[in-house]
């Protein structure tokens, strides 16, 4: 049983650098899965991030491109996440979340696994 | 990218079925099989109910039901529950090959 789990500062100060961790445990993250982030501001809905391959390939938001690095960590077995010049508006719980990637020879695109969240508020 | 539409309410007394939608563009919904919907409690990570416009994971109830037509996808739940009750969201695969969410539907049960 995969699990998921953030890790990293509630608190971070207008126009710094969010950053947060996932931890992978129960599976590798060498294997054939794409690892995602997902934020979810109080109160409104699910935004996709970006995501990232053992590789290192990456995938991003358009609407946060440019302010968004994922990097993995194969030794660690973990994948982070860096958000810069943050606002207000970036105050939200973060979620970490597994794609399959492939099932057998063919691609999927869904997310099976969730961590629990946390919640990164901006503020100074 | 922009959101998934989903409305934002929809509800139903128990037993009844209730359908959401969710209606993209070509370039995600219509474009391709990857429609996925979750469910999400309050205060709690969201779960997958569908993946693939249809198919269920195991252990899902067989209440839950996904279909596909067009640049619109749905989800229906027969034989509405009170656990039934919680937030929905549809995701898609893009054609920029990134993912995009819906609005998020909030289900109640009268």
């Known amino acids: 049983q995969v699990q998921l789990q953030e890790s990293g500062p509630g608190l971070v100060k207008p126009s710094g650098t969010l950053s947060l961790t996932c931890a992978v445990s129960?599976?590798?993250?060498?294997?054939?899965?794409?690892w995602s982030w997902v934020r979810q501001p109080p109160g409104k809905g699910l935004e996709w991030i970006g995501e990232i391959y053992h590789s290192g390939s990456t995938n991003y938001n358009p609407s946060l491109k440019s302010r968004v690095t994922i990097s993995v960590d194969k030794s660690k077995n973990q994948f982070s996440l860096k958000l810069s010049s943050v606002t207000a508006a970036d105050t939200a719980v973060y979620y970490c979340a597994r794609d399959p990637g492939a099932i057998a020879v063919a691609d999927v695109y869904y997310f099976d696994y969730w961590g629990q969240g946390t919640l990164v508020t901006v503020s100074s | 990218q922009s959101a998934l539409t989903q409305p934002a309410s929809v509800s139903g007394s128990p037993g009844q079925s209730i359908t959401i939608s969710c209606t993209g563009t070509?370039?995600?919904?219509?474009?391709?099989?990857?429609v996925s919907w979750y469910q999400q409690h309050p205060g709690k990570a969201p779960k997958l109910m569908i993946y693939?416009?249809?198919n269920r994971p195991s252990g899902v109830s067989n209440r839950f039901s996904g279909s596909k037509s067009g640049n619109t996808a749905s989800l229906t739940i027969s034989g509405l529950q009170a656990e039934d009750e919680a937030d929905y969201y549809c995701s898609s695969y893009t054609s920029s090959s990134t993912r995009v969410f819906g609005t998020g539907t909030k289900v109640t049960v009268l």
């Open positions: 693939e416009v249809s």
């Open positions: 070509s370039s995600d919904v219509g474009g391709y099989n990857y």
């Open positions: 129960g599976g590798s993250i060498s294997s054939s899965n794409w």
